[in-house]
């Protein structure tokens, strides 16, 4: 009967309902797939306009996991809507295939900005972008979609969605220079799903790195009294006192520390991570034995595969690092090989291994495998690993003595990610080695901008002081600190390239050279080599009573070598030997020794009514019953004041 309906029909919205009804009719209930398509295709070619159509053929394609199909329809359906809302809904739907489904990442981010620029609001496409982010680990561009979520996050989705949202925003915050926000964030996901293991998890990892931001030993005493009330909670408590053990090394614990990750094990004996906790407690005392043997005993446990390799990858890690036995460590990763036999990381770790042995021939092949096994349909292949393993596969033909092909590599690396550092300052040697300065400078920067432009400013260090460095053999010191200023504005902290700068200062000017080597020390007071520089610096200055007092400091450091001692006699020997004995004036003391609060209004107040104040509140003396030094018998405390004396030049 539709059929004829169809026939005599001549409004075409009308006929393509009609069409719709006899696809859906034909799907529903006889379960002929095919002519129900034929069905939807007649309706959508009667009226493009006709959304049951469009929907019907959609679901039927969905169904079939037909996504190239599903991607048509989709396209189609984006046409049809008015409101922003449902075609950013769309476009979402679209990235979220590409990328879910498809595996194309790229296709996928493009969905996603369409539907963002149709609807900044579209939840779904910030959700995913944030996702891809945070996967991608590009923490800068994941930190604002997570403000954006938040609010929305805490009312939508299932109990556990929404506290892994909160865990995953805690974890860019925390890389966003925010530990606090991040101790909040993942704590409010811990509060709407106390099972979260991976929020667990890394609230254990923030407390082991900033442990003063938050009171984490409140935090994990509540925890622990929430899981005491449940029946199997093992890991959850074992989890906990993971935690607890990462509080008590940082106050200096360790024997506390190690019983109370002892106890997490006996808890929950086939959890790696409790396990993995150990193994670096173990390895932060250079206790590789010990460390070894814990993850010996896990692998008699009997654990699955994936847990065996990486177990066994550790093992690998320690016998290299740890123990430099490079033979060991590609004996351990061959064993993971017979496990997992397809991993191309542990390919990537075999052949490094194997490059150190100099079996070079064996690092190719195994690095020969990670590329075919990169390049396998369905791998999750990206342009940035890529890069990194055609790299290492020019620096093993570059040691194996094949020069031409090793730069072919690097190349190829290059055109793979132009921002990876390691191949373009390859190659831009080779071009300062030919003589060609502008080549690598110009190949220095473009991947620099390249590195910046894929959201990581720190990616460009390493190609930004390649280029200062090229830069200063050039003769252009003004462009070669303007490199190390910008390498400085990115990363304050970097006290090589602090140094470096005071270096090239120090041709000209020797006040700006000390200035960059005392901020380095005031970063850090216990950098050796920055006071060894800033000694020679006050040495050239002239200045040898200063350069004493920092050689003296860094010997009680236990940083002096023999030349250092022998530096420090000598300009001793040039100082007078006199000791400051003086009053501080009033200029002096508010300069040296005053605190903020006095230049404030209320320390100007303070100031007027101070003799009114100190009539009505005498200050007390230094003490009662003052005993003079020489009369204790006490050695130590007068080698204190002995030091003291002589680091400060100074005598109370």
């Known amino acids: 009967m539709t059929r004829r309906l169809v026939k005599v029909t001549k409004d075409r919205n009308v006929k393509a309902l009609l069409y719709f009804k006899c696809g859906s009719v034909t799907e529903a209930k006889f379960n002929n797939e095919e002519d129900a398509i034929r069905y939807y295709d007649a309706a959508i070619k009667t009226s493009p306009a006709c959304l049951p159509a469009v929907h019907g053929l959609r679901d039927l394609y969905l169904r079939r996991a037909d996504w190239p199909r599903v991607i048509q329809t989709l396209e189609l359906e984006v046409k049809l809507w008015q409101d922003d809302k449902e075609r950013a809904g769309v476009f979402a739907q679209i990235g979220r295939i590409y990328g879910e489904e498809l595996h194309q990442n790229d296709r996928a981010m493009h969905y ?49 969605r929404r506290s892994e949202f909160y865990r995953k925003r805690g974890v860019v915050a925390s890389h966003t220079g925010d530990p606090v926000g991040a101790a909040e964030s993942i704590v409010i996901a811990l509060e709407i799903q106390p099972e ?37 909670s093992n890991e959850l408590m074992a989890r906990v006192m993971v935690g607890q053990a990462h509080i008590m090394l940082r ?127 369905g791998a999750n ?113 970097g006290a090589a390239d602090r140094l470096s700068l005071a270096e090239i200062y120090a041709e000209t000017d020797l006040h700006k050279a000390i200035d960059e080597v005392r901020r380095v020390i005031e970063g850090d007071l216990r950098h050796g080599p920055a006071y060894r520089v800033l000694a020679g610096y006050y040495m050239q200055a002239g200045e040898p009573s200063r350069a004493a007092r920092v050689l003296t400091t860094m010997e009680m450091l236990g940083y002096s070598e023999e030349q250092d001692r022998k530096m420090a006699q000598s300009a001793r020997a040039i100082t007078p030997a006199t000791l400051l004995q003086q009053t501080l004036s009033n200029e002096l003391r508010m300069t040296l020794l005053a605190n903020e609060s006095l230049g404030s209004v209320v320390g100007e107040l303070f100031c007027l009514c101070y003799q009114q104040l100190a009539a009505i509140n005498p200050p007390s003396s230094l003490g009662d019953n003052l005993i003079p030094l020489p009369s204790i018998d006490d050695r130590a405390l007068h080698m204190a004041v002995g030091e003291m004396v002589r680091l400060f030049g100074m005598e109370p």
């Open 251 to 377: 106050a200096g614990n360790l024997s506390a520390s190690e019983k109370l990750l002892n106890d997490a094990i006996v808890r929950c004996p086939v959890d790696y991570s409790i396990v993995e906790a150990l193994v670096d407690l173990q390895a932060g005392m250079r206790n590789w034995s010990a460390a070894i043997k814990a993850l010996e005993e896990f692998l008699m446990r009997g654990p699955d595969a994936a847990l065996q390799a990486r177990a066994m990858i550790r093992q690998a890690e320690i016998y290299s690092d740890g123990q430099m036995d490079a033979e060991l460590a590609a004996q351990t990763l061959r064993r993971v090989l017979t496990v997992d036999p397809n991993n191309p990381e542990v390919h990537y770790l075999l052949a490094q291994e194997l490059y150190c042995l100099e079996r070079f021939d064996q690092a190719r092949q195994a690095i020969e495998r990670v590329i075919e096994l990169s390049a396998v349909p």
């Open 381 to 493: 292949l990206s342009a940035q690993r890529l890069a990194r393993y055609y790299y290492y596969l020019g620096r093993i033909l570059e040691r194996g003595g094949e020069l031409r092909g090793a730069i072919s590599q690097y190349r190829r690396a290059a055109e793979y990610d132009p921002g990876y550092a390691p191949p373009a300052l390859a190659l831009a040697l080779r071009s300062m080695r030919a003589g060609d300065q502008r080549a690598a400078e110009t190949r220095l920067i473009n991947s620099a901008h390249a590195a910046m432009g894929q959201g990581d400013k720190r990616s460009a260090i390493p190609l930004q002081r390649g280029l200062a460095r090229i830069l200063l053999k050039g003769g252009d010191r003004e462009a070669a600190i303007e490199a190390y200023r910008g390498i400085l504005e990115v990363d304050p902290e």
């Open 112 to 160: 996603y900005e369409c539907a963002l620029a149709v609807d900044p609001e579209c939840l779904p496409a910030n959700r995913a972008l944030f996702e891809h982010y945070f996967e991608a680990e590009q923490w800068e561009r994941a930190s604002p979609l997570a403000q954006a979520l938040a609010p929305k996050a805490m009312r939508d989705g299932d109990p556990m």
């Open 196 to 232: 979260n293991t991976a929020a667990l998890d890394s609230l254990t990892q923030l407390a082991a790195v900033s442990p003063r931001v938050y009171d984490f030993p409140g935090t994990f005493r509540e925890l622990e009294k929430i899981y005491r009330k449940r029946a199997q």
